[in-house]
């Protein structure tokens, strides 16, 4: 029974070293995602009109949802979830997209 039990602990522990370098790379991928995102959030250029700096605070906000959607696609097996990064990746380029543009031309025919 000793046996047994030993032989089980250490196919446990080979189950675990063999899955820990994708979710340590997938959580290294979440966590630079999440401080960029911080970062840039942060040095935004605030003027204090509401419209502006809602446009510079998300676009690194939706820049830090893509780079997360990028390692969900990268390292995720869950169709559904795999199915919803596709999603961010494209709804959130679009905006980063609407939001340049306003911030190029539209805050100017104010």
Avoid: C
């Amino acid at each position: 029974m000793r046996v047994v039990s030993m032989i089980a602990g250490l196919l446990a522990l080979t189950a675990t070293a063999q899955m820990a370098p994708d979710h340590s790379k997938f959580m290294q991928a979440m966590d630079v995602g999440m401080k960029t995102m911080d970062r840039d959030m942060a040095a935004a250029s605030m003027n204090g009109d509401a419209d502006h700096d809602f446009a510079v605070m998300m676009l690194p906000h939706h820049q830090g949802a893509i780079d997360m959607a990028k390692a969900e696609l990268s390292f995720g097996k869950d169709p559904v979830m795999r199915r919803l990064a596709q999603g961010i990746l494209v709804e959130q380029q679009s905006e980063i997209d609407a939001m340049k543009l306003w911030l190029r031309n539209g805050e100017k025919k104010r």
